[in-house]
């Protein structure tokens, strides 16, 4: 049965099927709910609740309680393992109560809200589901704007505080004027000015509200508060009840205390008192002394606040037709689809890119950049410092190569700065009314304050430890030449390979020794952090030390003078430090020789020592890898050259 009350049908139960055996104008009724997610261990067991129409309902529960599952199942988002649920005398779904649909308003624990979204995009998503036209929501967007104190329309949720997405979300819950509005957990969002709003909406439109929370404070003002305790509703009366049931002349949080002191001691079997714990529903009884009570209320409260309502109150939202309705929410969901997948990936890309090593930095330009640049072009010094921050480009780089990112921030700063004094002085205004709006957040990998020493250091190491080996082994080779060891070594036997082998051996100690003080002195003289695995450094040193060795053998070969010798090493020594990117980034070479840069066993090594020390990445990434595997294969091509040279 039903019967209309304002422009809402109320739903009265009547009946034996939930033991009711009186009328209620109920909003929402639960009955004999029982929830588990895992066997044995119920979440709700045999819960009632009732909510009448036109009341602010404060579902009161210690965390963990159920609440947010019990607000799921009353919504339809989760069902119930046994029990009923009905609103407004109907299922859940019930074509004509538009619940789920546009007649409830809800507002998750969690702000649930898209980042990529503007405030706007996000009110308007919202109100076009409720079949709101754009114009509607606009007026409803400038409401909530000042009720809420919302930031400007146009910022984006992503770069919102906490507390401002939760007021974007209590708005999206209330933009469409919904008769039923469940609030998960607002704490931080409900001032008093949110309170008497939903006051006024309790009492000028009969709206029904049902807030869960842990605080009772937050109750206090509620018309009923349900105290779930163990699965059970174990009361569901007005705070003054509440407060006279079991606190007489004390305070809420007394009678709260004692209510579940109570109900906990009757679970145990130790009560003495004459609490009993409320069997099938708390609800069952006439509700009309209670309406009557909490109608006065609102009238009083009702006097004492200036909220104004929102202008949807004489303009409802049009009923679309069933096609109609669809049509504009798939459009609505179509849309977020593209804004979502466009705005998101730019960000997401760019530094995905500068994360793999694939691009050096990136920008990011506020949503409203262009006005905010002219508003405080026009405004000079007046401009306040809202505006300032919303003109700002955020730039993040990798800073790990310091020649790169000083040049990137020159060359921005530069462009930027030129394109202002272009553009004012071009307009009649005083190019020094704007400065920059660039700025650096913290370097995606690197530091901004990086100096020389950092960056320069364990790359000239690197150097040093190819070229000591060089020097070293070719002026032995030679020497063993000259006085004709090496000769006499080959008549009696001994391959070139196995001389080659002999060195490498005797090598070992030395190399391993150097790799080690070049790391001790990397780490304690030069205080640089490494951020990737030290291993892996040690192992680039090591094999940069035999590369240096197999070099030595091959330049050893074919200068028979040390003065060959000393000019030969020396013609390789400086293209190989310069393409190390110490003085010169690689990335600022002529094409030409950025295309053949791998054939200097010191370029693509560096890098990776580089991408280990300040960027931390593994032997996976291609910028590690590619330096081992360029080492490898000079070590085995100069150790075959160097047997190919004796054989010849
Ligand atoms: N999807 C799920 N799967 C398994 N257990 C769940 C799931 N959702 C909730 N629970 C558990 O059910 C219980 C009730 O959770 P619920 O979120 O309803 O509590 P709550 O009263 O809303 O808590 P809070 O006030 O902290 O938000 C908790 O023990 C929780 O861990």
Redesign the pocket.
Known sequence: MTETQGNFELGIIQGSEDELDMEIEAAVVVRNAEKC??VGKP?LSGLDMTVTCGSIYALL????????????CILGIRKLNKGSVWLYGERPGTSGIEIPGRNVGYMP?ETSLYNEFTIWETLRYFGTFSGMTEEQVETEAHFFESLLDLPPQMRRIGTLSGGEKRRVSFAAALISNPQLLIL??PTVGVSSKIWSYLIKLVTCRNTTVIL?T?HIDEARKANMIGV?RNGLMIAEKSPQELIATYALNGSLETAVLNLCKKDSMVESGTSQSNYKRPKGSTANRRLSTWDREHNARNKLLQKSDDVKMAEIMNSEPEKASFLGGSVARIKALAKKNSVTLLRNPIEYDAKSAVVLGETWGYLVFPQNFSSQMYQSSVLGSNVNLSVLTSRDIIGRLDETNKHISSAIKTTLYKTQSDFISTLLSNCGMDPRRIQSSLRYQKPIFGKDDTDMREYAAPNLSLTAAFFFPIISIGLRFIDEKKCGMMERSLVAGVKTWEIAVGYLISECFVIVTQSALVLAVQTFISEITILGSVWLVFGLFVLVGYCGVSLGFLFGSICNEKMDFAIITMASFFPNVFVSGIFWPVEGMPEFVQKVVFIFPCALPSESLRSIISRGWGISHFNVWSGFVVLAAYIIVDILLTIFVYKL
Request: glycine letters at 14%; aromatic letters at 4%; proline letters at 0%.
């Open positions: 997610y895992k979440v529960g210690s965390s963990g309680c159920g609440k947010t599952t019990l607000l799921s624990q998960d957990e869960s842990h779930i």
